[in-house]
T-cell receptor, first 110, second 111 residues
Framework: NAGVTQTPKFQVLKTGQSMTLQCAQD?????MSWYRQDPGMGLRLIHYSVGAGITDQGEVPNGYNVSRSTTEDFPLRLLSAAPSQTSVYFC?????????FGEGSRLTVL | GDSVTQMEGPVTLSEEAFLTINCTYTATGYPSLFWYVQYPGEGLQLLLKATKADDKGSNKGFEATYRKETTSFHLEKGSVQVSDSAVYFCALSNSTDKLIFGTGTRLQVFP
């Protein structure tokens, strides 16, 4: 039972590069979300989706794009990476209020 | 807006000591309250939850009671183990799945 799978686990980018963090879940959950975790700031919501074809912004959406073409996948795109986006990123899915998290993707932007 | 405030860490305890991690919240309406735990190198996982005032959530020896009068949801455990060492997050939700997290409290338990 895979749950929520994130790739890659680690990534180093240079300023200005673009990349996509992948997230897939096999629990048929409608709700999916992306958080970033920074020291002393807890988890902050970036974007979320309540179903295929529907996305919305969270607390810190600037610099990130998302799409939800299928129930299973919810990729997070960084169009032009900045050092301020160095963080650990968590994808989560939910159906009944309990979030199930992936193991995280640690991103460093130089 | 809605927010969650947790006590600063780290909390350092000896094995079998009593644990309290304070959590207070600000929210409109009647939110659901959660405690999540993050073990080293892993994602967060739900520890316990409460959905209405005076509810007590419990799991793995941990407990927390939803206190609307004090807007609190403090986490307690009577006897901690080394394996409880982790970061604990308090969170609230006023909608079905959108959670607002506190900053997290690191617990270190020594033998």
């Amino acid at each position: 039972n895979a749950g929520v799978t994130q790739t890659p686990k680690f990534q180093v980018l240079k300023t200005g590069q673009s990349m996509t963090l992948q997230c897939a879940q096999d629990m048929n959950h409608e709700y999916m979300s992306w958080y970033r975790q920074d020291p002393g700031m807890g988890l902050r919501l970036i974007h979320y989706s309540v179903g295929a074809g529907i996305t919305d912004q969270g607390e810190v959406p600037n610099g990130y794009n998302v799409s939800r073409s299928t129930t299973e996948d919810f990729p997070l795109r960084l169009l032009s990476a900045a050092p301020s986006q160095t963080s650990v990123y968590f994808c989560a899915s939910s159906q009944t209020g309990e979030l199930f998290f992936g193991e995280g993707s640690r991103l460093t932007v130089l | 807006g809605d927010s969650v405030t947790q006590m600063e860490g780290p909390v350092t305890l000896s094995e079998e000591a009593f644990l309290t991690i304070n959590c207070t919240y600000t929210a409109t309406g009647y939110p659901s309250l959660f405690w999540y735990v993050q073990y080293p190198g892993e994602g967060l996982q739900l520890l316990l939850k409460a959905t209405k005032a005076d509810d007590k959530g419990s799991n793995k020896g941990f407990e927390a009671t939803y206190r609307k009068e004090t807007t609190s949801f403090h986490l307690e455990k009577g006897s901690v183990q080394v394996s409880d060492s982790a970061v604990y997050f308090c969170a609230l939700s006023n909608s079905t799945d959108k959670l607002i997290f506190g900053t997290g409290t690191r617990l270190q338990v020594f033998p």
